[in-house]
């Protein structure tokens, strides 16, 4: 009886929830099938009608797409449209003092052997410019869409009748425009009034304005169907594509038996699964201090845009337990926000508006919101909270919502390209053989294509129709094509516009400046790319910048790799990217100066103090942690490929970071467990497994970072033609030695009688393992992190480290055991990640870094 009743439950429940639904959208909502005879019933259930009836002009055809990608959700409404020849309109009955979502859909197909390239079009709904020269076709594909929504929201008007009117480009032979569907849906009142950043005395009239669904994320939490939304149709995605650098904070989800109570706010504001999950900054206080919970966007420049910010504290309960402060474009937006004092009590939402400017000018159009702990009110939790997040533009005073098409990367071109020669020469069996290295290079194009542009796959349980990283009703500029560097278009230069939008682009004359004129005396380096000289920016903050050499091709590719993998990546032990300068046939990186240089300087050939053993151990570790990041920690696997002494910097506080990405590839995908490339490293800690067969893995990192463990080790160069011809190579009298039992003739003399035997045997295994022959006989690096970490507890507490290692294994530690020691395996993934330098912490305690994920992927 028990379960019959849970079972009338559960349906009167799907009931309700589906009458909801249906209600929000029946009566005065027009949801029309464009160029479709009878409509139909898309995946969601929603009934689309014919759009006919509602046609003012005879200049259009219907017309069934070709073919249906297999990414579409649905064949209704995207598989018939409607073809305009020449500007026609739509006339719909609407309400006075009513406003509107006008949601527009297209999916550029081949339409009665239309070109989908030709269709360019303007779309103005009630004197409100919607597009200009649009085209779906560039924007699909510079978004790797399959399809495309557009979402306006058109303020209360004073007129019963609505035209959109759709109309070929002139600016285009044989134009057209299309139309797969169109929704018309009255919504209550969202918008009042957004304070204005920058001015905070202001406030700016929202309620009257036109404006364009750019974002809508459900922060912390899943993508959220239309069908889920608290009545009014909107689709929520998932805000971890946004988030900046590495430092993706942790998420929360409220208890099953918590109520969401909407308190003085209506509850169509948002649905009830945003505010049941959340995105914070973790449980470290001293790490949240030191860095901003940031999401990115790309967007048009010259339109003001409106911010709204969700919030709804489920866990905590008093004032003054966690305030923060909301930054919008570097401009404070509101100091000290507190959840709990806005609200009264928990589990209560609330939002925010905020209004903000953005300029047209060179890598201005995009907006930037961040949380940061208020460090000044002094709160109980240095954290910062947020639950959903939208992004409107509105309309200028041209009453215009029009932004340029995206251009789509040349490395996605080229990939899509190197993809259709390859499918077409498989169909038509007329081409014999294909070179192998053409192959590999259309597949690592394609690799890094869809690292760039479709990050969504970083997080499970997103939403399979979801697959693309942008919302589908995205930004109309995602990768700008008005960008400019020092005057140029950015097209013309050998960095994406995505990677260039993330970092800092610097003039020459800039750069000129901060080195004195590329000053011979500020030189601190000399590589394959060129020197680094030490530089000054911004008044006083040092800098180290590498200007590349004019007479070197490589470094072309070097400077490209650097800014497209640095760009992205933010973590305490790789170092950081602060921009670039790529003018009058100049190429220069920024970097944050280092100013204790490179690892080798500290070891041998210079004048430099000794390192202690410590001292190597936690340089170690650290450079483990950074490449562990790079294979595992990341959105995508990379591998660093030129894993050396050189490149393992080290900073005021001796802080290992891991340096110059110029050879890095994106590792292989789930299907393949290498890359094939040529051959590119560095001789002496080459991987001979790489080196024979061209077929690169993340062990070929492992491999190169054994060489490095035995020069610290040894404090000698990894190739030495001075020396008898077994010892030349390192790794290879290294091994030799310690097959034999005698590496401790061979240590660093300034080492002897300091390191701890048992130390010593756990080091040198580690770098032994590193140097096996074949990749899949290496640890991971996760397996070496650990080992380090374990190396260094022998070192500095022998006896309880050794009670440890006696006990139980890196493979044997169980629940507890990890549970234990939690607060110390903080996410690889955390910006400028703190980890807890293991000088401060591996105090006898059981600390390892790397338990709860040993094997990382």
């Known amino acids: 009886m028990h379960i019959n009743t849970t079972h009338i439950l559960l349906s009167l429940l799907c009931l309700s929830l589906a009458l909801n639904f249906h209600n929000a959208v029946s009566a005065d909502s027009l949801i029309l099938g464009c160029g479709s005879a009878s409509g139909g019933t898309d995946a969601d259930g929603r009934k689309w009608v014919s759009d006919s009836a509602y046609l003012v002009s005879d200049e259009s055809i219907s017309a069934t797409a070709q073919s249906q990608d297999p990414s579409l959700p649905s064949p209704v409404p995207y598989m018939s449209a409607r073809i305009f020849s020449a500007e026609s309109s739509y006339k719909f009955s609407v309400k006075t003092n009513q406003r509107y979502w006008l949601r527009l859909h297209f999916y550029p197909s081949t339409y009665s052997s239309l070109d989908p ?15 200009t020269n649009f085209s779906a076709s560039i924007t699909a594909q510079a978004l790797t869409q399959a399809y495309i929504v557009r979402e306006y929201s058109l303020a209360p008007m004073d007129f019963e009748i609505l035209n959109v009117t759709f109309k070929p480009s002139d600016q285009h032979k044989g134009s057209y425009a299309f139309v797969n569907g169109i929704e018309l849906v009255p919504i209550p009142d969202l918008f009042d ?76 504001v948002a649905p009830v699964d945003v505010y049941r999950t959340s995105r914070s900054m973790g449980p470290d206080p001293k790490l949240n201090q030191n860095f901003n919970l940031t999401w990115v966007f790309q967007v048009d420049g010259n339109f003001t845009y409106l911010l709204r910010l969700h919030f709804c504290e489920f866990i905590l309960t008093k004032i003054n337990q966690k305030v923060f402060d909301i930054y919008v474009n570097n401009q404070t937006a509101m100091a000290s926000a507190d959840v709990i004092a806005w609200t009264g009590s928990k589990a209560v939402p609330t939002y925010k508006d905020y209004s903000v400017y953005v300029t047209d000018g060179a890598g201005d159009e995009e907006l930037w919101v961040a949380l940061h702990p208020s460090i000044a009110v002094k709160p109980e939790y240095y954290d910062s909270l947020l639950n959903g997040l939208e992004v ?61 542009y479709q990050r969504k796959n970083r997080q499970s349980g997103t939403d399979s129709r979801t697959a693309s990283w942008l919302p589908l009703y995205g930004n109309s500029h995602s990768t700008a094509s008005k960008s400019t560097i020092s005057g140029r278009s950015t097209a013309s230069t050998h960095v994406s516009t995505m990677a260039a939008s993330l970092c800092r682009h610097f003039s020459l004359p800039e750069i000129k400046h901060a080195t004195k004129n590329f000053d011979e005396n500020l030189v601190i380096g000399v590589g394959g790319f060129g020197k680094v000289y030490k530089g000054i920016i911004d008044g006083g903050t040092k800098v180290a910048i590498k200007r590349s050499n004019p007479s070197s091709e490589q470094g072309v590719n070097e400077f490209q790799t650097e800014i497209e993998m640095l760009s992205k990546l933010r973590h305490r032990h790789l170092v950081s990217l602060i921009g670039y300068c790529e003018e009058d046939g100049e190429m220069a990186l920024v970097y944050d100066y280092m100013a204790h240089g490179t690892l080798r300087e500290h070891l041998y050939k210079s004048n430099k103090p000794h390192l202690s053993w410590k001292q190597r151990l936690e340089i170690c570790i650290g450079a483990a942690r950074g490449l562990h990041y790079l294979h595992t920690g990341a959105k995508y696997t990379i591998i660093h490929r030129d894993v050396k002494t050189t490149n393992i910097l080290v900073d005021e506080k001796w802080v290992a970071k891991v340096s110059d990405f110029g050879l890095s590839k994106t590792g292989p995908d789930i299907n ?61 009298w290294a091994l030799h030695c310690q097959k034999k039992g005698i590496l401790e003739d061979i240590i660093d003399p300034h080492l002897k009688g300091t390191i701890n035997p048992e130390c010593l045997k756990k ?33 500095e507490n022998p006896d309880g480290a050794k009670a440890i290692s006696e006990r139980e294994t890196p493979e044997e530690f169980n629940h507890n055991n990890i549970m234990g020691i939690h607060r110390n395996t903080l996410s690889l993934g955390n910006d400028d990640s703190d980890m807890n330098e293991a000088s401060d912490d591996l105090n006898g305690s059981e600390v390892f870094s790397q338990i709860v994920k040993p094997k990382g992927r």
């Not at 303007?122 to 597009?131: F, K, R």
């Not at 509105?394 to 009453?399: D, E, Q, T």
């Not at 893995?697 to 054994?706: I, L, M, R």
């Not at 096996?772 to 970490?789: A, C, F, K, Q, V």
């Open 763 to 795: 080091f040198a295994d580690t770098a032994e393992k590193c140097l096996s022959d074949h990749g899949l006989d290496r640890p991971s690096m996760g397996d070496i992190l650990w080992n380090l970490e374990f190396a260094l507890q022998l070192q």
């Open 392 to 452: 409107f533009k509105i309309s200028n005073a041209n009453k215009s919502l029009a932004g340029p098409n995206p251009t789509p990367s040349d490395m996605l071109v080229k990939a899509e390209a190197a993809r259709s020669f390859a499918s077409n020469t498989k169909s038509s069996n007329s081409v014999i053989g294909v070179s192998a290295g053409g192959i590999a290079a259309a597949g690592i194009a394609a690799a890094v294509c869809i690292v760039l």
């Open 117 to 131: 390239a030709d269709a360019y079009f303007s779309v103005v709904a009630g004197g409100v410019t919607l597009m």
């Open 193 to 268: 009034k957004a304070s204005m950043v920058g001015f905070s005395d202001q406030s700016l009239d929202v309620g009257t304005a036109n404006l364009q669904t750019m974002f809508r994320l459900n922060v912390g939490g899943q993508y959220i169907p239309a069908s889920n939304d608290s009545g009014l149709t909107r689709t929520w995605y998932d805000d971890s594509p946004y988030l900046y650098g590495a430092a993706f904070g942790v998420t929360s989800e409220a208890s099953d038996k918590l109520k969401i109570q909407y308190q003085g706010m209506e509850d169509y």
């Open 672 to 732: 393949q467990n290498h890359v094939s490339t040529v051959v590119k490293g560095s001789f002496g800690y080459l991987d001979p497994e790489y080196f024979r067969r061209q077929q690169l893995t993340e062990k070929s990192d492992v491999y190169s970072f054994g060489v490095v463990l035995f020069e610290v080790l040894c404090a000698r160069p990894a190739l030495n033609p001075s020396l008898p011809k077994e010892q030349v190579s390192l790794a290879d």
